[in-house]
C-alpha cells in the first residue's frame, strides 16, 4: 500500500520567516512528485519533480527531491499571510496521484 | 489555462435522492478525469479515474453502483452520487490531465462541491 507521510502536520509563523515542508513516500512504480497548495477551496497546482537533486524555484518557493531516500521538501521564504494554505505532496505512479495528510501553514502579521 | 470547473459548488439534498456533479475542462481536453473526497481536516482520497469513452476505474472500497462516473466527451464527467445518505455528505473535487501534455502527471483541480445530505 502506498504511504506518503508529511510533517509537520502544522505550524505557525511570522511574516518574513522560512518554513520547510517535508514529505516521505513509498510508491510503487513512482513517477514523480508533485506539490499543490489548498487553500479554501481546489488545490492549485505549485511543483512536479521527477528528477533527484534539482531544485525547483517560483519566487519564494522551491523544492527538491531526493530519489534515493524517498523524501521531498518544499521551502517557503520571507513568508507573507497569503502564504497560509494547507499544502499537499503527492507522489504519482503511473498517473494516479496520492496525496499525504497535508501540512497546514498559518502565517501572522 | 488549464482551468477545470464543476458545477454545482454546494448543493443540499434530501436522504434517498440522487445529485449529479459536472466537472469540465474549460481551456484543455482531458482523456483522463479523477473524483476524489475529502473530509474535514482530511487528505484528498481518489475515488475513480475516469476515462473518456470507457468505464471508469474505481479504486478499492468504493461502490460503483453509488457513484455513477461518466465521461462523455474529452471536456465533461459527471459524478453521480444516487440515494444519497448522510454519509455521503463530503466535499467532491475533480481533477483533469491536459491530453496535450500527456508526459507530465500534473492534475488540474476543480473548484470542489460541498455535498450536505439532511
Known amino acids: 500500500e502506498d504511504k506518503v507521510v508529511q510533517s509537520p502536520l502544522s505550524l505557525v509563523v511570522h511574516e518574513g520567516d522560512t518554513v520547510t515542508l517535508n514529505c516521505s513516500y513509498e510508491v510503487t512504480n513512482f513517477r514523480s512528485l508533485l506539490w499543490y497548495k489548498q487553500e479554501k477551496k481546489a488545490p492549485t497546482f505549485l511543483f512536479m519533480l521527477t528528477s533527484s537533486g534539482i531544485e525547483k524555484k517560483s519566487g519564494r518557493l522551491s523544492s527538491i527531491l531526493d530519489k534515493k531516500e524517498l523524501f521531498s521538501i518544499l521551502n517557503i521564504t520571507a513568508t507573507q499571510t497569503g502564504d497560509s494554505a494547507i499544502y499537499l505532496c503527492a507522489p504519482s505512479n503511473d498517473y494516479k496521484l496520492s496525496f499525504g495528510a497535508g501540512t497546514t501553514v498559518t502565517v501572522r502579521a | 489555462g488549464a482551468v477545470v470547473s464543476q458545477h454545482p459548488s454546494r448543493v443540499i439534498c434530501k436522504s434517498g435522492t440522487s445529485v449529479k456533479i459536472e466537472c469540465r475542462s474549460l481551456?484543455?481536453?482531458?482523456?483522463?478525469m479523477f473524483w476524489y473526497r475529502q473530509f474535514p481536516k482530511q487528505s484528498l482520497m481518489l475515488m475513480a479515474t475516469?476515462?473518456?469513452?470507457?468505464?471508469?476505474?474505481?479504486e478499492q472500497g468504493v461502490e460503483k453502483d453509488k457513484f455513477l462516473i461518466n465521461h462523455a466527451s474529452l471536456t465533461l464527467s459527471t459524478l453521480t452520487v444516487t440515494s444519497a445518505h448522510p454519509e455521503d455528505s463530503s466535499f467532491y473535487i475533480c481533477s483533469a490531465r491536459d491530453l496535450q501534455r500527456l508526459r507530465t502527471d500534473t492534475q488540474y483541480f476543480g473548484p470542489g462541491t460541498r455535498l450536505t445530505v439532511l
Open positions: 481551456d484543455f481536453q482531458a482523456t483522463t
Open positions: 475516469s476515462n473518456e469513452g470507457s468505464k471508469a476505474t474505481y
